[in-house]
T-cell receptor, first 116, second 111 residues
Framework: GAVVSQHPSRVICKSGTSVKIECRSLDFQATTMFWYRQFPKKSLMLMATSNEGSKATYEQGVEKDKFLINHASLTLSTLTVTSAHPEDSSFYIC????????????FGPGTRLTVT | DAKTTQPPSMDCAEGRAANLPCNHSTISGNEYVYWYRQIHSQGPQYIIHGLKNNETNEMASLIITEDRKSSTLILPHATLRDTAVYYCIVRVDTGRRALTFGSGTRLQVQP
């Protein structure tokens, strides 16, 4: 399967600051990447769909000005949590879909964000 | 996408087969059954998928009933490393939209 990396794997930041999470598709070009959030003992919730070269599509209830997504190239998408609050503490996971029609989504290892 | 129902948790003895059920009674003809798993603090991992025939790969077997209203994921010889949350997902095979995860089944493999 495809290799997807995320950086950082863990980050701690103070309330009010911003933090950027990178998602890279290492072995194929991804026109579409997805960002999920997962709270403890809960399932993954889709936040947004990131399309290369265009604006991201956000799910209902996800603030686009708070969770900035940039899909600048076919191998990199970034999620920036702006003015972070403790309730933004969560596990953030990205996923990629390749150029060809593919039934498989490949997931990154996740980023644990803790806002103090 | 059709709704799926899975038991919240299951236990399995190490070395024995783990059989994880999934109900998807509203599945439509063009929807596939996918299984993913998520080991603690990791991203989900694809396991297997199928339409109506039984499928097997190096990780698991997928048994789909003839009416396609339910399926079973079989891990033939469970190990401690198979302890994870297993998600059964039903969707059409276009790959365009993101996978939608339910609550899954938390499988605990006991030594």
């Amino acid at each position: 399967g495809a290799v997807v990396s995320q950086h950082p794997s863990r980050v701690i930041c103070k309330s009010g600051t911003s933090v950027k999470i990178e998602c890279r598709s290492l072995d194929f070009q991804a026109t579409t990447m997805f960002w999920y959030r997962q709270f403890p003992k809960k399932s993954l919730m889709l936040m947004a769909t990131s399309n290369e070269g265009s604006k991201a599509t956000y799910e209902q209830g996800v603030e686009k000005d708070k969770f900035l997504i940039n899909h600048a190239s076919l191998t990199l998408s970034t999620l920036t949590v702006t003015s972070a609050h403790p309730e933004d503490s969560s596990f953030y996971i990205c996923s990629v879909r390749g150029l060809a029609v593919s039934y498989e989504q490949y997931f990154g290892p996740g980023t644990r964000l803790t806002v103090t | 996408d059709a709704k799926t129902t899975q038991p919240p948790s299951m236990d399995c003895a190490e070395g024995r087969a783990a059989n994880l059920p999934c109900n998807h009674s509203t599945i439509s003809g063009n929807e596939y059954v996918y299984w993913y798993r998520q080991i603690h603090s990791q991203g989900p991992q694809y396991i297997i998928h199928g339409l109506k025939n039984n499928e097997t790969n190096e990780m698991a077997s997928l048994i789909i009933t003839e009416d396609r209203k339910s399926s079973t994921l079989i891990l033939p010889h469970a190990t401690l490393r198979d302890t994870a949350v297993y998600y059964c997902i039903v969707r059409v095979d276009t790959g365009r939209r993101a996978l939608t995860f339910g609550s899954g089944t938390r499988l605990q493999v006991q030594p």
